[in-house]
């Protein structure tokens, strides 16, 4: 529910949750993530991967540079 450059407190709004209540579960899904990672992500056999995302960082990098 936190998205990337999200706060506590949007959350706790968009929620109607209290910011203690986000917090908690933060803290809990973070001292969890291993386990549950290990659980739902195993057995994979993969033969490709996706790298839009690196390749969007890249072309936005060299934009960047190109105007300094």
């Known amino acids: 529910m936190i ?3 999200g706060s ?7 929620t109607g949750h209290s910011k203690n209540t986000i917090c908690k579960w933060v803290e809990i899904a973070g001292t969890n993530s291993k386990e549950v990672t290990n659980y739902f992500i195993r057995n994979l056999d993969l033969k490709s ?12 990098a060299k934009k ?4 300094n």
């Open 3 to 5: 998205p990337e450059k």
């Open 8 to 14: 506590i407190r949007g959350v706790a709004r968009a």
């Open 49 to 60: 991967v996706e790298i839009d995302e690196i390749w969007a960082y890249i072309k936005k």
């Open 64 to 67: 960047a540079k190109k105007c």
